[in-house]
């Protein structure tokens, strides 16, 4: 229903568009001039771009796919994050959901210099100086949120606010953002335990020498689905520092780059992009929001 909803709206946006340009005054220019490369050559032609397929789009994802961000480890079926957002991406750039090719691409591989097997990787690829050498990205399509995580029975597993964590023992992995949410949201009357990584945080959750921790939310979803006895996800804090940011992966100076960065931003700038975060990551499908 999302993306038949966003369709629908870009098929309006289109025929305002097109009617807007019947109506412009044409630019005779000088006569018998030829038209201007500038003024008439789209540089991302819907559908005709330099993929690796002609008139195809092929997006990489590692397997497992995990949830949320895709559904029963199969991408080609839209549900997810991070499916969704791929397919509106193709949308955008003239690619329907039958031109979408998935392949297999390994996350460190899809990170190493060299000629890549797919046009863009989707992967939940934080967006690096140091990956930024051999690579490219696209716009951020997703700011990481700091999340409380605990265990079922817990003092803080039904908190709904930040309020009701204020008494509870709290940890988080030294320098991250995680323990500036705690120091700087939260502002627990316990000081915050620090832990020299999330594996040694995750064992003092599980022994009771914390009642919850903090980490961002693709580690909430992992500790607590993959990692955790009934691990359980207390809820998102807000926003605080330099977000962490996720983007589409692309070849080193690829042909392709700029009209990726395009679509994404258009995803954002149109609320897409927030549309598919409250979706697929949030309430019942993610995590609850802490005010």
Known sequence: MVRSHTLAALGSAAVIVAALTACAPVDEGTPGAAPSPSSSADPCPAGQLPTKVSGKITIGTDNPAYEPWFKDNKPQNGQGFEAAVSYQVAERLGYPATNVVWTQVPFNNAIQPGPKAYDFDVNQFSITPERKKAVDFSSAYYLVRQTVITTKGSKVAGATTIAALKDAKLGAQVGTTSLQAINELIRPSTPAQVFNSNDDAKKALQNGTVDGLVVDLPTAFYMTG????????????????????FGLVLDKDSALTDCVKDAVDELRQDGTLAVLEKTWLAGTAGAPELK
């Open 226 to 245: 993959a990692e955790l006895d009934n691990g359980v996800i207390v809820g998102q804090l807000p926003q605080v520092g330099v977000p962490e940011q």
